[in-house]
């Protein structure tokens, strides 16, 4: 079991920049962002697993950066927000370790998310 806690999440102007953080209560976890905007389903943003690679939705490319600070405190470093990343992010752990998708099923333990706005 790990309990979540994010935090950093408000609202910008379109172009802006967002860091949101996670703390987790245990390591070892494949670690992710997930983001869920109104009337649509949740989808992968950025995972990191335990070896250190990351994986990016195809929307975020370029622009966000997952990575850890410590080995319980991982962040997302959101550059050039768009008013389309307005949305619940939720940080979630993976008991696997190394994932190769950001699938939901795979991720076991999720935060109670923070809500990004961007406004144009």
């Known amino acids: 079991q790990v309990q979540l806690v994010e935090s950093g999440g408000g609202s910008v102007q379109a172009g802006g920049s967002l860091r949101l953080s996670c703390a987790a209560s245990r390591y070892g976890y494949c670690l992710g962002w997930f983001r869920q905007a109104p009337g649509k389903e949740r989808e992968g943003v950025a995972s990191?697993?335990?070896?250190?690679?990351t994986r990016y939705a195809d929307s975020v490319k370029g622009r966000f950066t997952i990575f850890k600070e410590n080995a319980k405190n991982m962040y997302l470093q959101m550059n050039s927000l768009k008013p389309e990343d307005t949305a619940m992010y939720y940080c979630?752990?993976?008991?696997?370790?190394?994932?190769?998708?950001?699938?939901?099923?795979?991720?076991?333990?999720w935060g109670q998310g923070t809500q990004v706005t961007v406004s144009s």
């Open positions: 979630a752990a993976s008991p696997y370790g190394f994932l190769t998708t950001m699938r939901e099923p795979d991720f076991h333990y």
């Open positions: 990191l697993n335990i070896d250190g690679t």
